[in-house]
């Protein structure tokens, strides 16, 4: 019913910026939290941002003051500005979409993108 597709992932050196944006379709956007999960080799996938239908956005500790989620209604896109890269942060990145914050935030949205790479180098 719903389709993400992420864009904007790269190589970065340390200290750089990246914008990841997902264009969703096939559903009412607007309706839908958003968010953003991304998963590194040996690691388990991981929450990094969301934000609910209402706007209200939630940022995992490790990233906060450095990311920041946002969503655009009338593009039907949702992104995620990514500021002051460690190499930490390399990992495939995941758009997700679910009717529910919550759900979206537990590791069960209903949606997921496809995935892109980042990787920082150091």
């Known amino acids: 019913q719903v389709q993400l597709v992420e864009s904007g992932g790269g190589l970065v050196q340390v200290g750089g910026s990246l914008r990841l944006s997902c264009a969703a379709s096939g559903s009412i956007f607007s309706r839908n939290a958003m968010g953003w999960y991304r998963q590194a080799p040996g690691k388990r996938r991981e929450l990094v941002a969301a934000?609910?239908?209402?706007?209200?956005?939630n940022h995992a500790d490790s990233v906060k003051g450095r990311f920041t989620i946002s969503r655009d209604n009338a593009k039907n896109t949702v992104y995620l500005q990514m500021n002051s890269l460690k190499p930490e942060d390399t990992a495939v990145y995941y758009c997700a979409a679910d009717r529910s914050f919550v759900t979206l935030q537990i590791g069960a949205p209903n949606y997921w993108g496809q995935g892109t790479q980042v990787t920082v180098s150091s």
């Open positions: 934000i609910s239908s209402g706007g209200t956005t």
